[in-house]
């Protein structure tokens, strides 16, 4: 069985800066697209970032220029840096992967979250 683990998450000052990681793990022939998620209370979830299998990179725009995503192929990770946070990136941050198994079948797969609180 695939599964993403989210790690990371915290709490910080408006300004500062965090790190997110996720791996996969389990049988995986080949990962694909990548992303990054975010949901606050009481809103939709939203695309935060995405990265492509050939490194292609893709911002929210209330992100862009302040988060930056990459990818390790080597690990099945992939990584986000936060920068000059401000409380409206506080919420739940989700990894979601697109991988093929080893029948070359396409999922889907969301982690599980990990909580970004961003103080004013």
């Known amino acids: 069985q695939v599964h993403l683990v989210e790690s990371g998450g915290g709490l910080v000052q408006t300004g500062g800066s965090l790190r997110l990681s996720c791996a996969a793990s389990g049988m995986i022939f080949s990962l694909n697209d990548m992303n990054w998620y975010r949901q606050a209370p009481g809103k939709q979830r939203e695309l935060v970032a995405g990265i492509t299998g050939g490194g292609t990179t893709v911002y929210g725009m209330a992100v862009k220029g302040r988060f930056t995503i990459s990818r390790d192929d080597a690990k099945n990770a992939i990584d986000l840096q936060l920068n000059d946070l401000k409380p409206d990136d506080s919420g739940v941050y989700y990894c979601?992967?697109?991988?093929?198994?080893?029948?070359?079948?396409?999922?889907?797969?969301w982690g599980q979250g990990t909580q970004v609180t961003v103080s004013s």
């Open positions: 979601n992967a697109d991988y093929a198994d080893s029948l070359r079948e396409v999922h889907h797969l």
